[in-house]
């Protein structure tokens, strides 16, 4: 089958750094997309990895390799308002590729 | 505002009576979507479109049905709704085109007794 593995929760103190990891199989999968989902609300588009390495967006940063299957999503100077759900998702290499989700990580910030 | 918009946002039903969620987007996108999500397994795809008349199955489609008829508009429809369908819904859309992100309407959450 197609397994997006993430951890399903992570607590984490504000202002301190956290990282989110995914894994993925890598046969027919080429990019890696993250979402934020708030509780109750939709999911909102973080980032799109296709290449190797670190692309960095002001907080957030992410991370892949895709020889390894592996992701992950870098939240740097933690808010409160960064409590939410984070979803990693693989597609496929064309357009018309299902995109698989995984289950989500439910990230908690403590003050 | 370039949105997608799905209605009701909720709604309790009871087993058998046919329902439709409609889902419309304004932003001209080909690809729209239908997910459901529930507690431990994430989001699931149901039924995709990449364009007006063309629809395929996703991982669970057993149960409900689509049409796209126009391309801003992809409804959902149980037509013989069961408590095993209950779950938040959510319909998105994206242009066409490698890493395009998806826009998700703000869901619908279906009970069915």
């Known amino acids: 089958g197609q397994n997006i593995d993430q951890p399903t929760e992570m607590t984490a103190t504000e202002g301190a750094i956290v990282q989110i990891n995914c894994t993925y199989q890598?046969?027919?999968?080429?990019?890696l997309f993250w979402y934020q989902q708030h509780a109750g609300e939709a999911p909102t588009f973080l980032s799109y990895n296709v290449l190797d390495g670190l692309e960095e967006k002001g907080r957030f940063s992410s991370f892949l390799s895709r020889s390894k299957g592996y992701s992950y999503l870098l939240l740097k100077e933690l808010q409160m308002k960064d409590s939410a759900s984070y979803l990693c998702?693989?597609?496929?290499?064309?357009?018309?590729?299902?995109?698989?989700f995984g289950s989500g990580t439910r990230l908690s910030i403590r003050p | 505002e370039a949105q997608v918009t799905q209605n009701p946002r909720y709604l309790i039903t009871v087993t058998g009576k046919k329902l439709t969620v409609t889902c419309s987007q304004n932003?001209?996108?080909?690809?729209m979507s239908w997910y459901r999500q529930d507690p431990g397994l994430g989001l699931r795809q149901i039924y995709y479109?990449?364009?007006?008349?063309?629809?395929d199955k996703g991982d669970v489609p057993e149960g409900y049905k689509v049409s796209r008829k126009e391309k801003r508009n992809f409804p959902l429809i149980l037509e013989s709704p069961s408590p095993n369908q209950t779950s938040l819904y959510f319909c998105?859309?994206?242009?066409?085109?490698?890493?395009?992100?998806?826009?998700f309407g703000d869901g619908t959450r279906l009970s069915i007794l």
């Open positions: 932003m001209n996108h080909e690809y």
């Open positions: 998105a859309s994206r242009p066409t085109g490698e890493g395009q992100p998806q826009h």
């Open positions: 890598t046969s027919g999968f080429n990019g």
């Open positions: 998702a693989a597609s496929g290499y064309s357009s018309a590729s299902k995109i698989i």
């Open positions: 479109s990449m364009n007006v008349e063309v629809t």
